[in-house]
């Protein structure tokens, strides 16, 4: 299977703890993208990557969320002290940008649960 | 600011019968329009994508949307709904046209039960 996978597929973590997700992105693609989608809720965009460089960062991504793609191929998203606010699904998607309308393939997500 | 409105929640519809889900969008240029699917316990799967070059979209498994800029809309639609189609449907249009925003901009929600 060469799709977008992510690991792992659900997390149940205390309130405080840290916890870390992984994203491998289809191979060759160079743009990395996270978002994050409640229940009854569309997704919402979080973060995307280009090669290594993170380029943007949306209001949603406070200050206890921080990602990396280190040699642009996979990535992590860390939450640390997380709150009950942050049970949720995170999905990760990636691309190709090479001129013309990108197409953005998502993996099957971790669902987060804090207690 | 880009933005886009699934006008039902919740659709039902028979086996068999036409499926047609409703979208608005709002955008200050041309948009880059996309319709995905998510099953229960799977990823979002790609439906079809509008970049301009045709109004009329034609995506998998039967669906197609009509792009219409005077009504700014990007309806779903689907002759015959199957009992596969069950799941729910995101309407979704693209941060920005090229520059450095690709990040997707998604409506709630539809949710389609197909009845046998």
């Known amino acids: 299977d060469t799709g977008v996978s992510q690991n792992p597929r659900h997390k149940i973590t205390k309130r405080g703890q840290n916890v870390t997700f992984r994203c491998d992105p289809i191979?060759?693609?160079?743009?990395l993208y996270w978002y994050r989608q409640t229940l009854g809720q569309g997704p919402e965009f979080l973060t995307y990557?280009?090669?290594?460089?993170?380029?943007?960062k949306s209001r949603l991504l406070s200050d206890r969320f921080s990602a990396e793609r280190p040699k642009g191929s996979f990535s992590t998203l860390e939450i640390q002290r997380t709150e009950q606010g942050d049970s949720a699904m995170y999905l990760c998607?990636?691309?190709?940008?090479?001129?013309?309308?990108?197409?953005?393939?998502f993996g099957p997500g971790t669902r987060l649960l804090v207690l | 600011a880009q933005s886009v409105t699934q006008l039902d929640s919740h659709v039902s519809v028979s086996e068999g019968t036409p499926v047609l889900l409703r979208c608005n969008y709002s955008?200050?240029?041309?948009?880059?329009l996309f319709w995905y699917v998510q099953h229960p316990n799977k990823g979002l799967q790609l439906l079809l994508k509008?970049?301009?070059?045709?109004?009329l979209v034609k995506g998998i498994n039967g669906f197609e949307a009509e792009f219409k800029k005077s009504e700014t809309s990007f309806h779903l639609t689907k002759p015959s709904a199957h009992m596969s189609d069950a799941a729910e449907y995101f309407c979704v249009v693209r941060g920005a046209n090229g520059g450095s925003q690709g990040n997707l901009i998604f409506g709630k929600g539809t949710k389609l039960s197909v009845k046998p």
């Open positions: 509008y970049t301009s070059a045709a109004t």
């Open positions: 955008s200050s240029y041309s948009p880059s």
């Open positions: 191979s060759e693609h160079n743009r």
């Open positions: 998607a990636s691309s190709l940008q090479a001129g013309g309308t990108e197409t953005q393939y």
């Open positions: 990557f280009q090669n290594e460089a993170q380029l943007e």
